[in-house]
């Protein structure tokens, strides 16, 4: 089970950090996603990492404000969100997959936890 938490509410330019976290099975063998769904929107990818951590992967929206990593000892990734923005407001998920493809494409994941509202005031 997938969960991600750290959401919350924040100011314009202040920090959160998300973290997926699994219990009954490894990460390890799967590349990360982070997933992001506001109002009236379609999900859209925010980030991705591969299984051992060396390739990372960001959407335009958020490059140079969002890192993503992973602890496969603690069976966790984060999402580290600095700068953020009031259009960052949105449900954050973290979602598997067992490709290898370069994707941050919802339809190429295959297991999704429940989500955390992240809210940015300006």
């Known amino acids: 089970q997938l969960q991600a938490s750290g959401g919350g509410l924040v100011q314009a330019e202040g920090s959160l950090r998300l973290s997926c976290a699994a219990s009954?099975?490894?990460?390890?063998?799967?590349?990360i996603g982070w997933f992001r769904q506001a109002p009236g929107k379609e999900r859209e990818g925010v980030s991705r990492?591969?299984?051992?951590?060396?390739?990372?992967n960001y959407a335009d929206s958020v490059k140079g404000r969002f890192t993503i990593s992973r602890d496969n000892a603690k069976n966790t990734v984060y999402l580290q969100m600095n700068s953020l923005k009031p259009e960052d407001t949105a449900v954050y998920y973290c979602a598997t997959t067992t490709r290898t493809i370069i994707s941050m494409t919802p339809a190429d994941y295959d297991y999704w936890g429940q989500g955390t509202q992240v809210t940015v005031s300006s």
């Open positions: 990492v591969n299984s051992r951590g060396t390739i990372k």
């Open positions: 009954g099975s490894t990460l390890d063998h799967y590349a």
